[in-house]
């Protein structure tokens, strides 16, 4: 199973004829993927024929959200789910690094049933067995995590305690810095769940003579999934003995 994380139409269109199985599907993948807006989600649900879940995260930075920030969370993924998200996905911490349980039950209580991926926020936590217990109690059908390390590669013998642990009671997904040049080194382990980004970096060159800029990033660089990127990934999972 491939899931690619994408934050366009066209990234969304490049991972399902690359072959992913599920996208999750973001805006502003550079701040590690915000919620994204109904009108893209429609579009993308209009466009590719594999599984959409959506990220449900308000904004960038600390895990840790307030009374305000929970109703924009639970708000969103109602209208996500509505608009016809085919899974969400969310995390959130005390400030304690512990698993944000009573907005957790929440969001799962507003999901209505659409299976839910606890995402990487769960690398964050103080102890990761106690956590993925209280993520399984909860309700969840996955969690994302690189083993609570840097990437996935890193963190694989804590990737494997987790599987070893969860007793089949819900999917270890691995994710960050999966590539198609080290993804075997994964599956060698059993792992059997994939997160990817596959992505590139295109440069443009324009406006650049007024030197007006959008943000802090620079606005002549787009990042994308590479259709390329994700084909040879799928091809290792697939063709793996």
């Not at 209505?112 to 106690?130: K, S």
């Not at 990817?196 to 324009?206: D, H, L, M, P």
């Amino acid at each position: 199973m491939l899931e690619v994380c994408v934050d366009s139409v066209e990234s969304a269109e490049a991972a399902a004829t690359g072959g992913a199985d599920r996208i999750e599907l973001c805006s502003s993948l550079v701040q590690g993927g915000l919620t994204p807006s109904v009108g893209l989600l429609e579009v993308v649900k209009k466009r590719i024929n594999i599984p959409v879940y959506c990220m449900v995260r308000p904004r960038g930075g600390p895990m840790v959200y307030s009374e305000a920030e929970k109703e924009v969370i639970l708000r969103d993924a109602t209208v996500l789910r509505d608009a016809g998200a085919d899974g969400l996905v969310f995390g959130a911490l005390t400030a304690e690094s512990r698993i944000d349980k009573e907005l957790a039950s929440r969001f799962i209580k507003v999901s209505c049933g659409l299976p839910c991926t606890y995402h990487r926020a769960f690398d964050l936590v103080e102890d990761p067995l106690i956590a993925l217990q209280d993520v399984i109690n909860l309700g969840f059908s996955r969690i994302l995590t690189s083993g609570c390390r840097a990437n996935a590669i890193e963190g694989v013998e804590m990737i494997m305690h987790l599987i070893e642990h969860s007793k089949s009671e819900i999917i270890i997904m691995a994710g960050a810095g999966i590539k198609s040049t080290n993804v075997e080194k994964l599956l060698q382990k059993g792992i059997k769940e994939f997160h990817a980004s596959a992505k590139i970096c295109r440069k443009f060159a324009y406006g650049q003579g007024s030197g007006a800029k959008m943000g802090s990033g620079d606005d002549n660089e787009l990042w994308v999934t590479s259709e390329e990127e994700v084909a040879a990934i799928n091809k290792c999972i697939v063709g793996y003995k």
